[in-house]
C-alpha cells in the first residue's frame, strides 16, 4: 500500500517538474525584449538558425528589400539558401521606440541599417539600406566605428531631438539655409560618411552642390532613443532614387556624430518584392 502511495506521489512530483519547467520556459520566452527578438532574428542570417521565425508573423510579414521575394516564405527560402558562415553578422548599435527597434551592424563586407516593425510582439515589417564598406574617409573613420553607447535613455527630450533634424531636413536640406548649420551641428562634429570628413565646413561644401539639383526629397521614418536619433528617406533625381539610412547623435541640443548607409534604389522593374524599398 505504502509503496503505490510513493509510486502515485512521485508520479505527481515528476508532472509537476514537467509543468513547471515549461511554464517557466514559456515565461522566460514572454519575456523577451523586442531588441533582444531583433538580435536574433539579424543574427540568424549568420547562424542559419530558424529560431527567430517563430518572432515573425507569417502571415503579415512584409519586407522591403527590393532583392528578396515577398512575405515570410521569401525571407525563409533566401536565409535557407546562404551558405552557413556566409555572412559574419557584428552588431554595433541598437535603439528602440515603441513598435519599431533600429539596428546598426556589418553584414558581410557591408554596413548596414536594418528596422524591424512589430505588432502583437511579433516581427511584422522589416526595411534595410547597406553600403559597401570601403576604406576610411578623410578623417580615418569608417561607417561603424565611433560610439556605441546609448546614454540618457528615458531622461532624453526625444521629440526635441527629432526636431533637430527635421530642422535639417527642412530649412537646410530643402530651404538652402546653410547660416543655421552652427545653431545645428556641433563646429567639429564626428562624421563617418565615406565622402566626407569631420566638421562644418565639408558638410557646407556638399549642400552647396546640392541646392543646384532640383530633387523631391521625403523622410519615411523617424525614430529616437536616448541621445541617438534614426532618419530613413530617400531623395529623387531625374526619376532615379537614392536612399538615405541615418543615426544621429545629439550633444546638448546639436548634432554631435553621423552615421549612414547610401544605396541606389532599383528601378521597379528589377524588384522581386512587391513593396520596395519603403
Not at 545653431?183 to 549642400?207: A, C, F, T, W
Amino acid at each position: 500500500m505504502y509503496q503505490n502511495r510513493f509510486k502515485a506521489a512521485y508520479s505527481s512530483f515528476f508532472i509537476f517538474l514537467v509543468l513547471f519547467a515549461f511554464c517557466s520556459c514559456q515565461t522566460r520566452r514572454s519575456n523577451i525584449s523586442q531588441k533582444e527578438k531583433a538580435i536574433e532574428f539579424l543574427r540568424m542570417f549568420e547562424s542559419g538558425k530558424m529560431t527567430a521565425f517563430q518572432y515573425i508573423d507569417h502571415q503579415k510579414y512584409i519586407h522591403h528589400d527590393p532583392d528578396i521575394l515577398d512575405g515570410f516564405l521569401g525571407m525563409e527560402s533566401y536565409i535557407k539558401a546562404l551558405p552557413l558562415g556566409s555572412l559574419k553578422v557584428k552588431i554595433y548599435r541598437v535603439i528602440e521606440e515603441k513598435d519599431y527597434v533600429v539596428l546598426h551592424s556589418q553584414i558581410g563586407r557591408f554596413a548596414s541599417f536594418d528596422v524591424l516593425r512589430f505588432e502583437n510582439e511579433k516581427i511584422v515589417e522589416h526595411w534595410n539600406n547597406k553600403e559597401e564598406l570601403i576604406k576610411p574617409n578623410i578623417s580615418g573613420r569608417s561607417l561603424l566605428d565611433g560610439t556605441t553607447d546609448v546614454l540618457d535613455i528615458g531622461k532624453t527630450d526625444l521629440d526635441f531631438n527629432k526636431s533637430i533634424l527635421k530642422r535639417v531636413s527642412k530649412e537646410v536640406v530643402e530651404e538652402g539655409k546653410l547660416e543655421l548649420l552652427p545653431y545645428l551641428y556641433e563646429e567639429n562634429y564626428v562624421q563617418h560618411s565615406s565622402y566626407m570628413g569631420d566638421g562644418i565646413e565639408p558638410l557646407r561644401k556638399i549642400l552647396n552642390t546640392m541646392t543646384e539639383v532640383k530633387s523631391i526629397s521625403t523622410v519615411h521614418l523617424l525614430l529616437a532613443e536616448g541621445d541617438f536619433v534614426f532618419s530613413m528617406s530617400d531623395e529623387i533625381v531625374d526619376g532615379k532614387g537614392t536612399a538615405y539610412f541615418d543615426f544621429f547623435r545629439i550633444r546638448n541640443g546639436k548634432i554631435a556624430e553621423h552615421w549612414d548607409t547610401i544605396s541606389e534604389i532599383p528601378a521597379r522593374k528589377v524588384w522581386k518584392s512587391s513593396y520596395g524599398k519603403f
